[in-house]
Nanobody, 117 residues
Framework: VQLVESGGGSVQPGGSLRLSCAAPRTIFSVFTTYTMAWYRQAPGKQRELVAS???????NYADFVKGRFTISRNNSRKVIKLQMNSLNPEDTAVYYC?????????WGEGTQVIVSS
């Protein structure tokens, strides 16, 4: 499964970005069987979960983004998004989209987010 992320870039502290992740056509018919998530990996650090969302819309957030980031999914368009507000330099990382179910665990190539003044 090849996921495609977009929307990364550079922003000043306090700014906002919105990331998108599109599922490939190969899983369109079964998109709702996947839990979708965003992870991030900063230089020299392990990859960590940012937020996840089930097919029914239940969400889970890492403590460090609660109240600032919002994950959403559109099951009709097979897209998930991550709205990121109040960004700070510690949010600088490569952000990865993940699609997971019992028999599959797929990743995108990542999109870079840089928060700097």
């Amino acid at each position: 499964v090849q996921l495609v992320e977009s929307g990364g870039g550079s922003v000043q502290p306090g700014g906002s970005l919105r990331l998108s992740c599109a599922a490939p056509r190969t899983i369109f018919s079964v998109f709702t069987t996947y839990t979708m998530a965003w992870y991030r990996q900063a230089p020299g650090k392990q990859r960590e979960l940012v937020a996840s969302i089930t097919s029914g819309g239940s969400t889970n957030y890492a403590d460090f983004v609660k109240g600032r980031f919002t994950i959403s999914r559109n099951n009709s368009r097979k897209v998930i998004k991550l709205q990121m507000n109040s960004l700070n330099p510690e949010d600088t990382a490569v952000y990865y989209c993940n699609a997971r179910r019992s028999d599959d665990d797929s990743w995108g190539e990542g999109t870079q987010v840089i928060v700097s003044s």
